[in-house]
């Protein structure tokens, strides 16, 4: 069931907005950095807790690749954009 935090009569909020109860986020949930491996490269990273709040806040499943081979992707599906350096 989807769960709106205003009156219903007068709710005006998109479907995107609106949180499936049972997902919501836990506040009493810690988040610890974790060690993961790359599925593509081998290559160990570092989930830290930062980002997976980020992800569990947006129903994302962790990551299996590195953020270099995340980019490497991206840019192999969307290749007018080109991989951007921003750090």
Do not use: I, W
């Not at 930062?50 to 192999?76: D, I, V």
């Amino acid at each position: 069931m989807l769960n709106c935090y205003c009156e219903p009569e007068v709710c005006l909020a998109p479907r995107f907005f609106l949180v499936r109860q049972e997902d919501s986020m836990d506040d009493s949930e810690v988040f610890e950095d974790k060690v993961l491996t790359c599925v593509e490269c081998g290559q160990v990273f570092t989930f830290e807790k930062g980002e997976q709040y980020f992800y569990k806040s947006k129903g994302l499943f962790e990551p299996r690749r590195c953020p270099e081979c995340r980019a490497k992707k991206r840019a192999h599906l969307n290749p007018s954009q080109g991989v951007r350096d921003d750090r």
